[in-house]
T-cell receptor, first 112, second 114 residues
Framework: GENVEQHPSTLSVQEGDSAVIKCTYS??????FPWYKQELGKGPQLIIDIRSNVGEKKDQRIAVTLNKTAKHFSLHITETQPEDSAVYFCAERAGGYQKVTFGTGTKLQVIP | DTEVTQTPKHLVMGMTNKKSLKCEQHMGHRAMYWYKQKAKKPPELMFV???????INESVPSRFSPECPNSSLLNLHLHALQPEDSALYLCASSSYRGGSYEQYFGPGTRLTVT
């Protein structure tokens, strides 16, 4: 994988609302798309991932969608809570290659 | 146990010092990574070890020297660093599952070079 664009760079939502973060990649060989949450003073934590043979994956309040044709993937957080406030990074990896390419990050603030 | 530990948490060193960062995991992962993260930026890959052998070096300056003594430990030896090397250094490990690698990160070492 090479470039991953991530938008928006900052996002503020009211508690209980939904948040959506979008990423675009360029490498057609990309087939694994993880999302990481990084809280202040901590390392990134894998929160959900999706592989290229799946269009959507959901885990409680978090869902990820993938459009391989358009090379887009998105993170959806529903019923946001203050503890969801963090920086979120999308990432992609091509094949069995070990290198992950990260997006530029989105700082999410959930306002109580 | 899905924990990657890193020591020390904070490190301040002068440009002539020699220091080492340590990383440990007991998840049986055979790939381990060093990343550098500057403030408000994504992690940047530095090195990857696979089965205790260096498999990726992202053109990192020789003042950073990685070492993988065994499958659970990863070190990063630092020598003659520059102030611009101040950053959060993250260690990660991964397992190969379902056709992809899932990476687990440690909390990082906050390095300040004076």
């Amino acid at each position: 994988g090479e470039n991953v664009e991530q938008h928006p760079s900052t996002l503020s939502v009211q508690e209980g609302d939904s948040a959506v973060i979008k990423c675009t990649y360029s490498d057609s060989a990309s087939n694994y798309f993880p999302w990481y949450k990084q809280e202040l003073g901590k390392g990134p934590q894998l929160i959900i991932d999706i592989r290229s043979n799946v269009g959507e994956k959901k885990d409680q309040r978090i869902a990820v969608t993938l459009n391989k044709t358009a090379k887009h993937f998105s993170l959806h957080i529903t019923e946001t809570q203050p503890e969801d406030s963090a920086v979120y990074f999308c990432a992609e990896r091509a094949g069995g290659y070990q290198k992950v390419t990260f997006g530029t990050g989105t700082k999410l603030q959930v306002i109580p | 146990d899905t924990e990657v530990t890193q020591t020390p948490k904070h490190l301040v060193m002068g440009m002539t010092n020699k220091k080492s960062l340590k990383c440990e995991q007991h998840m049986g992962h055979r790939a381990m990574y060093w990343y550098k993260q500057k403030a408000k930026k994504p992690p940047e890959l530095m090195f990857v070890y696979s089965y205790e052998k260096l498999s990726i070096n992202e053109s990192v300056p020789s003042r950073f020297s990685p070492e993988c003594p065994n499958s659970s430990l990863l070190n990063l030896h630092l020598h003659a660093l520059q102030p611009e090397d101040s950053a959060l250094y993250l260690c990660a490990s991964s397992s190969y599952r379902g056709g992809s690698y899932e990476q687990y990160f440690g909390p990082g070492t906050r390095l300040t070079v004076t």
